[in-house]
């Protein structure tokens, strides 16, 4: 896992399908984070992390995979 953004808070916070606002939070049931995209017409979904930083950073890497895909 790349630690280039690990203390950079700016980062990986859009969804990579439709741009809006993700979230990450901790799901109380597993004691794990995950993050998700607000929009109700996305169903984009990131869950089984187990520090909201891997979250943040799976966010990025996500965001990043797919963009390449849709260039």
Do not use: H, M, Q
């Given at each position: 896992m ?37 929009e ?31 260039r």
């Open positions: 790349s630690r280039d953004y690990v203390d950079d808070l700016r980062w990986g916070w859009r969804c990579p399908r439709c741009d809006a606002d993700a979230t990450v939070t901790k799901d109380p049931r597993t004691e794990t984070f995950l993050w998700e995209c607000p109700e017409s996305c169903s984009a979904i990131g869950f089984g992390f187990s520090s909201r930083r891997k979250a943040r950073i799976a966010l990025r890497e996500y965001r990043e995979r797919y963009n390449e895909i849709y």
